[in-house]
């Protein structure tokens, strides 16, 4: 499966014969979703049908997330999002929260390198002033260390709420202006976007959850107007490349109209994929 025109090398990615192959031979990777965001659900309830802690289930996910990080960095994605951690998750008892942040930044601390070697850009989006300071402090020096890096930008949405977002975007907007004495422009949708967390990203094309539930968990509410929504009911644990894989070939079998009836003529107005990227 060597590498061509029409997409990456993928010899030392995927095993020959595989079933991974087989999914990969239907995809076309000149068409590729620009941005796929996952909701990563099922953690706990993968733990309890093998009747261990949920931590250990969160433990799991961490295998999850670097095979997913790795292959959407081989396949020529853009942008990866990843729900980590909601501000709804703080509800959850001290214990599993505790946990939570220390596998984050064991993560972080031993995934950086492998960021580096992969030219992985390493975002965090959402409202991080509420983590600890030594969180704060390894998420802030793996930002920092690979900001300059040109491949995958992979965000990690941490203590993120949809509507949070929106309300946040609308305070900076009134403190820019308002604020420092200036009247408020007219609003439009690409000025609203830009006072957004992901500002100057293009939107998610694909938004992939796991674990079967058919809701959205204040998600990139502003973002996923027009994504493509695939649900699994893999558990997070198991999900690997062969689940994103099977994701980005039916989203490719997918007509996009974005409104229209066969294609809308105006789809840079109307298509956030066309976006570019440079957040």
């Known amino acids: 499966m060597p590498g061509s025109e029409s997409g990456p090398d993928l010899n030392e990615f995927i095993e020959k014969g595989s079933e991974e192959e087989r999914i990969a031979a239907a995809i076309d990777f000149r068409k590729l979703p620009r941005h796929v965001a996952i909701i990563m659900d099922g953690n706990g309830r993968w733990a309890t049908l093998r009747n261990l802690p949920r931590v250990i289930g969160h433990r799991a996910g961490i ?20 729900y980590a951690f909601s501000l709804e998750n703080w509800k959850r008892p001290k214990n599993e929260v505790d946990t939570l942040m220390a596998l984050l930044m064991e993560y972080v601390q031993l995934e950086l390198p492998t960021l580096m070697k992969n030219d992985i850009r390493f975002r965090v989006i959402g409202r991080t002033e509420g983590l600890d300071s030594p969180v704060q402090q390894e998420l802030d020096k793996a930002v920092a260390a690979t900001g300059k890096n040109g491949g995958l930008l992979f965000n990690i949405a941490l203590c993120y709420g949809g509507r949070a977002e929106i309300v946040d975007a609308c305070q900076r907007l009134l403190d820019e202006t308002v604020g420092e004495g200036r009247p408020v422009p007219r609003l439009d949708e690409e000025l609203f976007a830009s006072y957004l967390y992901t500002a100057g990203i293009p939107d998610p094309d694909l938004l992939i959850r796991t674990s079967g539930e058919l809701r959205i968990s204040n998600f990139l509410l502003w973002q996923i107007a027009y994504a493509e929504i695939w649900v699994t009911k893999t558990l997070w644990p198991d999900f690997r490349k062969k689940e994103l894989l099977l994701a980005i070939r039916d989203y490719q079998k997918r007509e996009r109209r974005y409104g229209g009836v066969d294609g809308t003529p105006d789809r840079k107005k109307t298509d956030p994929s066309r976006q570019t990227l440079s957040a």
């Open 63 to 82: 295998d999850a997330v670097r095979d997913v990080v790795e292959a959407s960095s081989r396949l020529g994605l853009q942008v990866l999002t990843l």
